[in-house]
């Protein structure tokens, strides 16, 4: 029996896809999907990411997540509802891991600024970042530049896309012009991703003390796995009860997923993963769980991800982000020899700086502000 023969009609299969940009010999012991998990794991882009904001900055605690952490519990959420789902878990995992890959430091506030910054010369989005570095940036092999990773793979990278920028890229983003769906592993991922964000969010933001227990008895979703916890264990306080409680809500929003796009796929029954494509999204959570999901983001985005002293910290992001910018393109010169352009064209300069500063960890961005800015780096 062959890795993928458990799969249902409607997985992704990686002997049945588009295959690579540069043909490659098939490899004996692991999967297409396999192989594309494991140039993820071996990238430098997937190290930087343990250096790289989640909510926090790396700096501000070693309990934080940062992006590497976060990647890591996409792919556990993601490979648990895929094996319910009878998709393909390689596939799941590697999306996972890759698609934060091109994210800036200092979380959403880097890449809102390098957007600004970049306006003149098509904008930047962590997206379109994660397929460039592994398309283009990550430089391992003889052959080709990037990872040259599968079609699906590339593809469900691709979270969002301005029409714009699907002309520009092709295939890989056809899908943006047609409103056709990516892979149900590419949907799940994205599912996936909002699962753990949310969960470890809150976790952080109580390890952080910027939000507390009796804000979130606010928020009925929370209240009621909260009040679970105490009947279970009465008395329990502190980590544990926590623990207890994200566990619990962490379950019920994936177990709803599994059950509500188990009933979709029962009743659409595509044939395979053309059939997919063509038709509605088929994995997402129902509409009670959908409304409980969205409640628990508005009091996150109210509470922690505008609270003052988050606020502070992204002021302070976005004046190295911008700055460090500026400097850059005033002065090419100060750049690394390799982020150097040389042909005069302002646009092309200024994708390699977007590069440079998206990849780097947030303490790297400090030092290096720090280093062009401070008299006393002299």
């Known amino acids: 029996m062959g890795p993928e023969d458990h799969l249902a009609p409607y997985a992704a299969r990686s002997d049945a896809g588009r295959g690579r940009r540069h043909p490659e010999a098939g490899h004996a012991s692991r999967s297409q999907f396999q192989r594309d998990r494991d140039r993820i794991i071996h990238s430098s882009a997937f190290r930087r990411l343990e250096y790289k904001t989640q909510v926090f900055l790396n700096h501000e605690g070693d309990m934080f997540r940062t992006r590497l952490t976060h990647s890591l ?145 606010e928020v009925d979703f929370f209240a009621r796995r909260w009040r679970e916890v105490q009947a279970a264990y009465p008395g329990l306080s502190g980590r544990r009860a926590i623990y207890e409680t994200l566990r619990r809500l962490i379950t019920v929003l994936a177990d709803d997923l599994i059950n509500c796009s188990s009933a979709l796929l029962a009743e659409a029954a595509p044939a395979d993963v053309e059939a997919v494509r063509a038709g509605a999204p088929l994995i997402r959570f129902s509409d009670p769980m959908r409304k409980d999901a969205t409640e628990l983001k508005r009091f996150l985005r109210a509470n922690l991800y505008r609270h003052y002293q988050v606020n502070r910290m992204r002021v302070k992001a976005s004046r190295i982000v911008r700055e460090l910018y500026q400097a850059f393109m005033a002065e090419p010169a100060l750049l690394p020899p390799d982020y150097q352009d040389g042909s005069g064209e302002a646009g092309k300069q200024a994708r390699k700086i977007a590069d440079y500063i998206a990849g780097m960890t947030d303490r790297y961005a400090i030092r290096e502000h720090r280093r062009i800015f401070s008299l006393e780096e002299l």
């Open 73 to 217: 519990e996409v792919a556990q959420i993601g490979r648990s509802i895929a094996r319910n789902l009878r998709l393909n878990e390689d596939l799941v995992e590697a999306l996972a891991l890759a698609h934060d890959l091109g994210h800036t430091p200092f979380g959403h506030v880097g890449q809102d600024v390098l957007n600004e910054c970049m306006q003149d010369h098509g904008g930047f989005e962590h997206n379109l970042q994660s397929l460039r570095v592994v398309d283009h940036l990550e430089q391992h092999y003889g052959a080709f530049d990037g990872l040259n990773l599968m079609f699906d793979t590339r593809e469900g990278i691709l979270k969002h896309c301005s029409l714009a920028n699907a002309r520009a890229l092709g295939p890989v983003a056809q899908r943006f012009i047609d409103r056709t769906q990516p892979t149900l592993e590419a949907q799940l991922t994205n599912l996936a991703d909002e699962i753990a964000y949310n969960s470890h969010d809150i976790d952080d933001g109580l390890r952080s003390g910027l939000i507390s227990i009796a804000q979130l008895e």
